[in-house]
């Protein structure tokens, strides 16, 4: 059952792979100026920053804790 339904979503939702209809032609610039200028792109960026540095802070306290505890 939980397989089908996965099924269906990818189904219902690969449709949204296809964002930007046409051909994409130019090089690394034109590649970063588009997107930094998207509003979503934009929103997708700082959500993966903020998940980056959260999961950074979370691994070094871990780790500091971790450290301190085999020091007792």
């Known amino acids: ?3 089908t339904f996965s ?4 189904m219902l939702f690969t449709s949204f792979a ?3 209809p ?3 032609h130019g090089g690394m610039l034109d590649a970063i100026a588009h ?5 979503d792109h ?4 700082l ?7 959260a999961g950074a802070r979370f691994f070094r306290r871990r ?10």
């Open 1 to 3: 059952m939980k397989h």
């Open 63 to 72: 780790t500091a804790a971790r450290i301190l505890a085999k020091r007792r």
């Open 7 to 10: 099924a269906l979503l990818m």
């Open 22 to 24: 046409g051909e994409h």
């Open 42 to 45: 934009l929103a997708m960026a």
């Open 35 to 39: 997107l930094l200028s998207e509003p």
């Open 47 to 53: 959500i993966a920053v903020v998940v980056g540095v």
């Open 18 to 20: 296809y964002a930007h």
